[in-house]
């Protein structure tokens, strides 16, 4: 008999945190500070941050899938098959400036020949604390890229596109970003008016 059975499982909370510009701006002065003796972590999160990507692809990013003249990462295989990952220019100019070391395929290297670096979490909490973002984890980046494209006015079909999700249900998660924009935006456009409509009344 299954011990378990009858027990009420306990709900898990779907976590959603997104930096601030605030935040960008400490993170960046962070990843400053640990480009110098962590390079290869510091260029892996700046990465995640400007592409939207998810860890294990930016982890095991190969040269042979870079393609800098189109500005896009061609992925043979990720979460959810092949895939093509549109660059800003930000992220094309962290690639331009990563070296590449002739014996080794991966854009992120580690340190044993021929590798990638396998452990990302390690560097990642020691730049969260100097950055004052405790608590805050990798996959958050690419929640904030999705949320900072929503507050530009992109439509949830193109976060699918560009976060490379199968299914509009997993993209449809931000769907209370877009109506709280819409809410910030009608407020604006309601306190334009009201403040128009009381010139009037002062005027007359």
């Given at each position: 008999?299954n011990p378990c059975r009858g027990v009420k499982r306990y709900r898990e909370e779907r976590r959603e945190r997104f930096l601030t510009r605030e935040e960008y701006a400490r993170?960046?002065?962070?990843?400053?500070?640990?480009?110098?003796?962590?390079?290869?972590?510091?260029?892996?999160?700046?990465?995640?941050?400007?592409?939207?990507?998810?860890?294990?692809?930016?982890?095991?990013?190969?040269?042979?899938?870079?393609?800098?003249?189109?500005?896009?990462?061609?992925?043979?295989?990720?979460?959810?098959?092949?895939?093509?990952?549109?660059?800003?220019?930000?992220?094309?100019?962290?690639?331009?400036?990563?070296?590449?070391?002739?014996?080794?395929?991966?854009?992120?290297?580690?340190?044993?020949?021929?590798?990638?670096?396998?452990?990302?979490?390690?560097?990642?909490?020691?730049?969260?604390?100097?950055?004052?973002?405790?608590?805050?984890?990798?996959?958050?980046?690419?929640?904030?890229?999705?949320?900072?494209?929503?507050?530009?006015?992109?439509?949830?079909?193109?976060?699918?596109?560009?976060?490379?999700?199968?299914?509009?249900?997993?993209?449809?998660?931000?769907?209370?970003?877009?109506?709280?924009?819409?809410?910030?935006?009608?407020?604006?456009v309601a306190q334009r008016i009201s403040s128009a409509l009381t010139d009037a009344r002062i005027q007359a």
């Amino acid at each position: 008999m299954n011990p378990c059975r009858g027990v009420k499982r306990y709900r898990e909370e779907r976590r959603e945190r997104f930096l601030t510009r605030e935040e960008y701006a400490r993170l960046g002065n962070s990843l400053d500070e640990a480009t110098e003796d962590m390079p290869e972590a510091a260029r892996a999160i700046r990465l995640l941050a400007l592409t939207g990507c998810r860890l294990r692809e930016i982890q095991t990013l190969q040269w042979a899938h870079v393609w800098l003249d189109g500005a896009e990462l061609r992925l043979p295989d990720s979460k959810t098959g092949a895939k093509t990952v549109q660059l800003g220019t930000a992220a094309v100019d962290v690639l331009k400036a990563t070296p590449r070391l002739p014996d080794n395929p991966y854009v992120i290297t580690g340190r044993k020949a021929g590798e990638y670096l396998t452990d990302l979490q390690k560097p990642w909490r020691r730049i969260r604390k100097a950055a004052g973002l405790d608590g805050v984890r990798l996959h958050d980046l690419r929640h904030s890229f999705a949320s900072d494209a929503l507050e530009m006015g992109a439509d949830l079909t193109m976060i699918g596109r560009m976060l490379g999700h199968s299914d509009i249900k997993t993209t449809s998660r931000y769907a209370h970003l877009k109506r709280e924009n819409v809410k910030r935006s009608t407020d604006q456009v309601a306190q334009r008016i009201s403040s128009a409509l009381t010139d009037a009344r002062i005027q007359a």
